[in-house]
């Protein structure tokens, strides 16, 4: 479990320090306390903070890009999340990711998890392009 300072909390959900330090003192942020009594925040609550608010988590700032990366894609269904598990198993790799307070799950090559290098805790992002949608409901 990453734990952030409050300073780098408030720097992942877009809000000052002392944003931050009201919402742990009115309770809306849930924090561990280290022995000298600073609070740390869980990267999971960061998640969390994000999802109510209707924001994806922020993508790692990077100095260079890697050749042969991915500039930009058309495809809009994108959902950004973390690594949680990967299985590789002959060819194919089972990758969950963990998009908020939910999971999904996709099969890929072990090639591609090789070459993206998908580790757990490491952020990934799911492009999710398909022909139809089907829409459900639980039986009331």
Known sequence: MALL???GA???LGVSYSTVKQWIYKGAVRTVRTRGGHHRVAESEIERLLAAHGRLPALPRRA???P???VA???RNQLRGIVDEVRVEGLLAQVRLRIGDQRLTAVITRDAVEELK???GEPALAVIKA???MIA????
């Open 5 to 7: 300072t409050v300073r």
């Open 10 to 12: 408030a720097e992942r």
């Open 64 to 66: 260079r890009r890697a």
């Open 68 to 70: 042969g990366v991915l």
């Open 73 to 75: 894609l058309s495809g």
């Open 118 to 120: 998908l580790r757990r």
């Open 131 to 133: 022909t139809e949608v």
């Open 137 to 140: 409901r639980e039986p009331t």
